[in-house]
């Protein structure tokens, strides 16, 4: 038998309800925001994602799916933000409106060691508001991270923030750390022994106990802040205060990837183990013009689709389509049957019929399995009358109808 490969899910048709709910949500609550659609490839030159998330990150360093075509390197996505900063450049949308608001969704692409809540294939609901470095949008946008884990009947988590400062600070607090790391290399782990080197930001988010023991004894304060950084923090922090959004300040929270600046923030789960993200974004104001756009400060987040399900509360479950089931007996009403079908369809009614030629006992066993709230059955005395015979299933009441009255019936 074939399998499917390590780290993928197929998504079959019960689970896909909850993912056309999550999706309708989401579109109707971006909407509301004022955020467009954007879908942008499933690949890009692979140079892209090194540029933008950083040569010495994990994602780039050791998870990309790579494909070698002759002379050029493609990447499948890891991840929207880099393609949208990059289609908002390539297509000069700055030129008809410089403050732009993306959102997305699908497949991203990263090879981990697959585990609970971690794919190798997973999908992101995501949105990105380019063209604005104004603090107040960092509040709109965490606000509207906020509102859809609301929607979607998302419990108990937790938004944790915090602010990396401008590049220069960011660069600050890394020197900062390089000072008060070098003489405890020993007690880290071996991994944090390489971002030590390479990505040293990284060594905040280490799990291992001996790295947690070091960190917490760091006694790094928001010392590296400037000024300007310090102000447009409290911003966010008053802005979330005046719409009783509930957030913990988390100094050590420094994502892992590199083009964040400023605002940095990650929404957790106590339900998801290991990996508890729910969701992440922050403000990259230097992106955008590092990949040959114009100067424009930018902020975004996206939530994994597949952890988002993992911790819906039960009373969140879609309700399943109320479906008409047509069972007709014998070749004359089946026939009869096949057009009324089309009727039904063309007039926005969502029918089933049976197409297993069960006995009407088994079709009626099949309507319920289906959850049909009514049925329809069209048998020789039916087709002599003109009529058909409309069965309510939760009432168990049943009526004889005339065929061209049916279609109104249905819809009042
Ligand atoms: P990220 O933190 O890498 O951020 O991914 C966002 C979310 O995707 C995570 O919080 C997690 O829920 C989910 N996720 C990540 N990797 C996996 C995986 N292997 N399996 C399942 N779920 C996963 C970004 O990707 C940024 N682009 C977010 C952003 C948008 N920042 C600004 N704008």
Not at 98 to 109: L, S, T, V
Not at 111 to 117: A, D, N
Not at 213 to 235: A, P, T
Request: net charge positive; hydrophobic share 40%; aromatic share 8%.
């Amino acid at each position: 038998m074939q399998k499917k490969v390590s780290g993928t899910r197929d998504i079959l048709p019960e689970e896909a309800l909850f993912w056309q709910e999550l999706e309708k949500i989401s579109r109707d609550i971006f909407t509301r925001y004022n955020y467009k659609e954007i879908r942008t490839p499933l690949i890009e030159g692979a140079s892209l994602f090194n540029r933008s998330l950083g040569e010495s990150t994990e994602i780039v360093q050791k998870q990309m799916f790579l494909i070698k075509n002759k002379e050029e390197l493609y990447a499948l996505r890891p991840e929207g933000t880099a393609s949208i900063v990059r289609a908002y450049i390539e297509n000069n949308l700055d030129k008809t409106a410089r403050f732009r608001k993306f959102y997305y969704f699908g497949p991203m692409f990263r090879l981990e060691r697959p585990q609970k809540g971690r794919l190798r294939q997973f999908h992101h609901i995501g949105c990105e508001a380019i063209g604005s470095l104004d603090p107040d949008l960092d509040v709109e946008v965490i606000a509207l991270a906020d509102s859809l884990l609301k929607a979607f009947s998302v419990k108990d988590y937790k938004i944790k923030i915090n602010s990396l400062g401008s590049l220069k600070d960011k660069k600050e607090l890394i020197a900062l750390l390089n000072k008060k790391l070098k003489s405890k290399l020993s007690a880290l782990c071996a991994d944090c022994k390489t971002r030590f080197k390479k990505n040293i930001l990284r060594i905040l988010d280490c799990k291992n106990d001996n790295c947690l023991k070091v960190i917490s004894g760091l006694e790094i304060d928001d010392s590296y802040l400037c000024l300007q950084s310090r102000e447009h923090f409290s911003r966010v922090k008053a802005g979330l205060d005046a719409l009783s959004i509930n957030y913990e300040v988390t100094p050590y929270l420094v994502r892992g990837l590199d083009y964040y600046t400023h605002t940095v923030f990650e929404i957790v789960h106590k339900d998801l183990g290991a990996q508890d993200a729910l969701g992440a974004g922050g403000r990259y104001d230097n992106l955008v013009k590092e990949l040959g756009g114009p100067e424009a400060g930018a902020i975004g987040f996206a939530f994994g689709v597949e952890r988002l399900l993992l911790v819906r509360s039960p009373e969140s479950v879609a309700k399943s389509k109320n479906i008409l089931y047509l069972i007709t007996l014998g070749q004359e009403a089946k026939t009869e049957g096949l057009k009324l079908l089309e009727e039904l369809r063309k007039n926005e009614v969502a029918c089933e019929a049976d197409y297993e030629s069960k006995s009407l006992k088994g079709a009626l066993r099949a309507a319920n399995d289906l959850n049909a709230g009514k049925v329809l059955i069209i048998g020789e005395n039916e087709l002599k009358k003109g009529v058909v015979t409309l069965k309510d299933m939760v009432s168990g009441a049943q009526k004889e109808i005339a065929r061209q009255a049916l279609i109104k019936e249905l819809k009042c």
